[in-house]
């Protein structure tokens, strides 16, 4: 099995700066890609960032210039640096990890960390 967890959120003022951690620990190999969503209450969960192999990557427009996604390879480890943080952004962030194994893509997923941003 594979487990993902996430840490790095918190309480932040507005225009400051958290750096999310997403850690994939068990099985895991043949990782595709990483991918951060957040959800905040009352509203449906929204991609932020993803992170293919190869380095790619691709950000909502709300976060664009102001977020940035990366990973650790050898680590297993993924990123999602928060600048310049709104009160819009107040949300729980979750990562997912994307894996393909004989054929089928496999998508798992962490509890998530929240973010709270005060104005």
């Known amino acids: 099995q594979v487990q993902v967890v996430e840490s790095g959120g918190g309480f932040v003022q507005a225009g400051g700066s958290l750096r999310l951690s997403c850690v994939a620990s068990g099985s895991i190999f043949n990782i595709n890609a990483m991918a951060w969503y957040r959800q905040a209450p009352g509203k449906e969960r929204e991609g932020v960032a993803t992170?293919?192999?190869?380095?790619?990557?691709n950000y909502a427009d709300s976060v664009k210039g102001r977020f940035t996604i990366s990973r650790d390879i050898a680590k297993n480890t993924g990123y999602l640096q928060t600048n310049s943080l709104k009160p819009e952004d107040t949300a729980r962030y979750y990562c997912?990890?994307?894996?393909?194994?004989?054929?089928?893509?496999?998508?798992?997923w962490g509890q998530g960390t929240q973010v709270t941003v005060s104005s």
């Open positions: 992170i293919v192999t190869g380095g790619g990557t």
């Open positions: 997912t990890v994307v894996m393909t194994t004989g054929g089928r893509r496999h998508d798992y």
